[in-house]
């Protein structure tokens, strides 16, 4: 069936250093993904988004890498401050006609 | 208001209660969802309106009606408010259905 997991349901780096977090999706038809950071007590907020036809895009000390062949999808953080600590979303969607499917979340600590 | 809001903050209810969650957006988005947010269970979809005078049924609808008069407000109503339905709720926009979301602060709602 359709859905969307992640690897590691907890990450923890050092400060510092940079964190890697993957999700797998089942989809082939999904041309849409999207990162969300969610601190605590907050709700999601979008990080960064990639469509189907790039396997890579950057912003501000992030990058989202998308491998079409094997259904993979991974935000870099470069070096990892304390405030990136939070639970790590991510979305696809497969067309606008449709609704995003949530993976589950990664727990991302930083360690002093 | 700047962006998406979301009231009360946090609620206890009784069983049985009619309670009104209020979302506003003043982004001119035209798609509104209310997501719950349940601990080891991530974000579920309950309602979402891809347009003023339209809205759709989404993972978990049972319970709950939204309605959409017009395009900043979607409010998402317990007619009969019972204890499962204690969670986080979440309202989020997007300029067109499919694309990136916007989230709200969330309601914390508790049904005793």
């Known amino acids: 069936g359709e859905s969307v997991g992640l690897h590691l349901p907890t990450l923890s780096v050092q400060e510092g250093d940079n964190s890697i977090i993957n999700c797998a999706y089942s989809?082939?038809?999904?041309?849409?993904f999207i990162w969300y950071k969610q601190e605590s007590g907050k709700g999601p907020q979008f990080i960064i988004d990639i469509r189907s036809n790039m396997d890579k895009r950057q912003g501000q000390r992030v990058t989202v890498l998308l491998n079409k062949t094997v259904k993979h999808l991974s935000l870099q953080i470069a070096a990892t401050q304390p405030g990136d600590s939070a639970v790590y979303l991510c979305?696809?969607?497969?067309?606008?006609?449709?609704?995003?499917?949530w993976g589950a979340g990664t727990k991302l600590i930083i360690k002093p | 208001i700047a962006g998406i809001t979301q009231a009360p903050t946090s609620q206890i209810l009784a069983a049985g209660r009619r309670m009104t969650l209020r979302c506003t957006q003043d982004m001119r988005h035209n798609a509104m969802y209310w997501y719950r947010q349940d601990l080891g269970l991530g974000l579920r979809l309950i309602h979402y309106?891809?347009?003023?005078?339209?809205?759709g049924k989404g993972e978990v609808p049972d319970g709950y009606s939204v309605s959409r008069a017009n395009t900043d407000d979607f409010p998402l109503t317990l007619a009969s408010a019972v204890p499962s339905q204690t969670s986080v709720y979440f309202c989020?926009?997007?300029?067109?259905?499919?694309?990136?979301?916007?989230f709200g602060p969330g309601t914390r709602l508790t049904v005793l």
């Open positions: 979305a696809e969607n497969r067309g606008s006609n449709y609704q995003l499917i």
């Open positions: 989809n082939s038809a999904s041309d849409y």
């Open positions: 989020a926009s997007s300029a067109t259905s499919g694309g990136p979301q916007f």
């Open positions: 309106s891809n347009t003023a005078g339209t809205t």
